[in-house]
């Protein structure tokens, strides 16, 4: 008996590499294979690149014209990050705020959904207005696109904590404070982190969103200024260069994540879910 279960823990453990090892190479494969059924339709029904440029082509625009993508990326890279970081400590703060407290909640969540309701393209111009073009109305364009699902999330964690372990804890002594932060906050962080991986993606829309508007630089200025010139794989170029920026912040968020809240999806690893057992 003791050799079978040798045999088939050593079975179950070779499951979960090449399980683990799928995993690594899937996103790889489907991106490859997008971009290959996507070449394949641009040159099987002709269509012309000022209508749907081919991979190929876009390729060429990027290595042609990379210093302005390199320069303006890391503008739209700039402005994103620090909305973003002003939106988690905003919402942060602000979700435990409302998590906590009935009366905060009653009191400020419907203004706080009839202004995430605002289209923010509209409220550009008036950033504008008060900051002056440039990379201000960027910043706050992404802070105030990107704060409400963190603001959910964290208030969604935080009021989910059981009545009866409440009670428990005030009862052995715990302050308000001791249990928001004791209980509450990592009771919170794993809807905390799922609302950072929506915020970052939001953030560049945001930033983009002001660059078209307002902006002497940005991935957005160099879309709108390629745009006007027909320059179609450029503006596509941008598209997947913001892309990549967006996938690369998610990815820092997810390895944070697994670094600090693990506990919450450790089921996932479990090796007998790899073969189904």
Same mark, same amino acid.
């Given at each position: 008996?003791?050799?079978?279960? =040798? ?19 899937? %996103?790889?494969?489907?991106?490859? &294979? ?12 002709? #269509?012309? !690149? ?8 876009? =390729? ?6 990379? +210093?302005? *993508? ?17 939106? @988690? ?18 009191? /400020? +969540? ?10 923010? @393209? ?48 005030? =009862? *052995?002594?715990?302050? !308000?404070?001791? #249990? #928001?932060?004791?209980?509450?906050? %990592? ?21 983009? #969103? ?22 179609? %794989?450029? @503006?596509?170029?941008? /598209? ?7 996938? /690369?912040?998610?990815?820092?968020? @997810? ?6 809240? &693990?506990? =919450? ?13």
């Amino acid at each position: 008996m003791s050799a079978r279960s =040798a045999r088939s823990a050593e079975a179950l453990a070779e499951a979960a590499r090449r399980r683990r090892r799928l995993e690594n190479a899937l %996103p790889w494969l489907v991106t490859i &294979g997008m971009f290959a059924v996507w070449e394949a339709a641009v040159r099987a029904f002709d #269509i012309q !690149p000022f209508i749907l440029p081919a991979p190929s082509a876009i =390729a060429e625009s990027m290595v042609k014209w990379w +210093y302005p *993508l390199m320069t303006n990326s890391w503008a739209t890279l700039l402005t994103t990050f620090v909305g973003f970081i002003m939106a @988690v400590g905003f919402g942060l703060s602000l979700g435990v705020l409302i998590g906590s407290s009935v009366l905060v909640y009653r009191g /400020l +969540y419907p203004l706080l959904i009839a202004f995430n309701s605002v289209p923010k @393209v509209a409220v550009v111009p008036i950033l504008v207005i008060w900051f002056g073009a440039g990379f201000w109305p960027a910043v706050l364009t992404a802070f105030l696109i990107s704060f409400f699902p963190i603001v959910v999330n964290v208030a969604t964690g935080i009021a989910t904590v059981e009545p009866e372990l409440r009670d428990v804890l005030r =009862a *052995l002594g715990a302050r !308000p404070i001791d #249990i #928001i932060m004791k209980v509450g906050l %990592p009771r919170a962080m794993p809807y905390f982190f799922a609302s950072l991986k929506v915020a970052i993606t939001v953030a560049f829309v945001g930033s983009i #969103i002001s660059e078209t508007v307002a902006a002497n630089e940005g991935i957005g200025h160099l879309m709108l200024v390629a745009s006007s010139r027909f320059d179609v %794989p450029l @503006v596509f170029a941008g /598209l997947i260069v913001t892309g990549v920026m967006g996938v /690369l912040m998610y990815w820092v968020a @997810v390895t944070i994540e697994e670094r600090t809240t &693990g506990w =919450a999806t450790r089921g996932q690893n479990d090796p007998r879910l790899a073969t189904g057992g």
